[in-house]
Structure formats: C-alpha cells, structure tokens
C-alpha cells in the first residue's frame, strides 16, 4: 500500500503535516476527512522523491544520531520475529521528525510493492550511503538480514559516537582561540587609545614597540569593516575553490604533509576505511567490492583514490596487505594486523581490531593536544598582554628617565 504526504487542516484551523498509507488520494483524503481534518494537499511519497530528482535527493538526508537510532530499531524489531513491512512501520511510527516518517513509510511502500529493502534504500542515496545498502543487500542475500543489522547498528553508533567525542574535543579550543582573539581586537581597538592618548601632546619621541601597537590601533579603527570582508571573501572564494576537484586534492595533499594535522587526518580516515571494510566483509560482500566503497567513506581524496586503487591491485591478484600498505596512508601497526588476519585466516576479525586500534589511539592523540592546547593558549595569551603592556609602559619609563 503506497504512502502519501498530506497537509490539513485540523478543527481549530492548525495546518498539520504527516504520511498517511492508502490506495490513492481519495482514500487518504476520505480518512484525513473521518479524522476531522480539512485536506489541503495529498501527494505520493514515492513519486516526489523520484520525480523532483536533485532537489528530492538532497531532502533525502537524516543525521548521524537518526541513522544510528532507526538501524538499531529495525535489526531489534527483526530479531524478534517481526515481518519486515511492520517493522518498517514500527519504526516510522516510533519517529517524532515528519522527514524521517516520510522517509520510512516511502521505503516501507516500496518493499510492499516487492522490492528488497536494499533496492528501496536506493530512493535515498543521501541518507543510506553506498555502504549501508551493500550491507543491507549482503544480509537479504544471506537471509541473516537481523544480524547483518546489528552489525551495522553497532558500526553506525560507533562511527556517531567517536565523531561526537572528537567535536566535543575541539570546542574548548575553538572558542578559547575565538575568545582571545576578540579580547586582542578590543585592547587594541578600545583600550590602547585611550592609554596612548595621553602621551600624544609630549614632544617626546615613541619607543618604536608604542608606535607600531598605536599604528596597529589606529589600522583597526579605521578599517576593521575592510579587513572583516576580506576575511568572509577569503572564507567564500576558498569554498567555492573547494567545489573544484583539483584543488580540492591539492588541499587535500597539502593537508597530509602538515606535521601534526596530517597525522590526525590519516588516522581518523584509515580508521573509517577498515572498520568500513571490516563491517563489509563481516556482512559477506566480496573483498574487492568491499574495498571500493570503504574508499568512498574517506573525507581526504589522496586516501580515498590510494584505496580505489587498492581495490584494482586486489582485484588483479595482489593481497590486501600489498593494495594497501604501499600508499604509505595506513599505519604500521593496522597493516601487520592486516598481513596477520590474512595469514592465519582471521581477517574479519583482525580489521574490526585494527579500525578500534586506530580510533583508541586517535582519541587520546586528540585527547593530549587538548589537554596542551589550554596552557599553550594562556601562555600566548599573556605574551601578547605583555607585549601590549610593554607599549604602553615604555613611554613612562622613558618619560620618568627625561625628568629624572
């Protein structure tokens, strides 16, 4: 039975907005109108998101935390013997977000009609990327679809909760460097003048240290308006630049060059492509295939075309340990965990160790530049108070020297 997005309104005049199931609009809007409500819109799920195209498509996107909650509700639901019509169904129902309700009802409208769940993902490639699906296809394969999601599940909460942890990391310094730097922007801007002012009438010469903070001062005042638009040029002419594929792999190599920076970018990247491929494997999709689409999870296209070619040396003969290992992307120690699951064997298992491997080690790396960022910060802080200071104590030293 098809779903359909409606829009009435109800008796005290509210528009609402939901999916109800049905034949066809008569029917959806024979029971908007046994509900008491005025139908203002009816319209087939389905046929909005494959007919409006791009625009529907870039609708079509939920959040991590959302991803994680519904594939965690649909592998339970499916454990416990539920037909997979009605858990689609459960799980729309348990939504509280019309974007996730109509997502799950369209999918649930597709699988009645005789679609895998696998196919019927494919109506929201935003939402359920390529390695989602090839999971989902591998358990409809196997018929262990219940287990395969809750692999996936585990796999999703993980990935969710290694990224929150990671953001949550870098506030502090983020809003520690925006802070200060506002305070610098204000001394110089409201403080230093004042201060400086008073030494404008002497004839005495500025120690060259007062004369640059009082140029540095005045630069501000007078065009702080210029240097905000060229920031917020710069910051739109660089995303734009981004779009461009070139220069987004120059940026990219550029990256992975920066001593500590890179180090962070090829840990957190070679973590999401093994876990990705552990997950892959574990669900039964071929090697070479499983390989491909854990390159396409990588946010840094070097490591991502490193792994596609990977997949072609994979594919033409070579181990996984030898596709991988002579990008020079992955850690030593995840490729001899590599080489050790392929020798004895054990390969599912030896990449879930090496992805959880690399995301320990990833977050205490973060964790410890945290912990050294706040002192740092406090010591650059007060270097830049002193020299400020300086500027304004210098003239008085000097003034005190002339009349002594």
Known sequence: MPAFDYTALDSNGKQ???????????????????????????EP???????KGVKASNKGTISASDLALLTRQLATLLQAGIPLEETLKAVSKQSEKPKVISMMMAIRSKVVEGHSLAQALTEYPKAFPDLYRATVAAGEHSGHLDLVLEQ???????????????????????VLVIFSILIVVGMLTFVVPKIVGIFEGSDQELPALTQAMISSSEFLQSWWWALGLLIAAAVVAFQKAMQNEKFKYKVHVKILKVPLIGKINRGFNAARVI??????????????????ISGQVSGNLCIREAVIEGAEKL????????????????????????????????LDSMLGRAAD??????????????????????????????????????????MNSSIG
Request: glycine share 8%.
């Open 275 to 292: 876990s990705t491929l552990s997950i892959l494997s574990k669900s039964g999709v071929p090697l070479v295939e499983a390989l491909r």
């Open 357 to 398: 491997n690399q995301e320990r080690e990833l977050e205490d790396l973060v964790s410890t530049i945290v912990s050294l960022f706040e002192p740092l910060m406090l010591v650059v802080m007060g270097g830049v108070v002193m020299v400020i200071v300086l500027s304004i104590m210098l003239p008085v030293i000097n």
């Open 16 to 42: 609402k907005k939901g999916v109800l199931e049905g034949d066809s609009p008569r029917q959806v809007r024979q029971q908007l109108k046994e509900k008491g409500f005025v139908p203002l819109a009816v």
């Open 315 to 346: 594919k033409e003969g070579a181990t996984l340990f030898n596709s991988l290992d002579q990008s020079g992307y992955f850690p030593p120690m995840m490729m001899q965990m590599v080489a050790s699951g392929e020798s004895s064997g054990e």
């Open 152 to 174: 996936l599940a585990d796999y999703t909460e993980s990935r969710y909760q290694t990224r929150k942890k990671i953001q949550g990391a870098m506030i502090y310094p983020v």
């Open 45 to 51: 799920t389905v046929q909005k998101s494959s007919v």
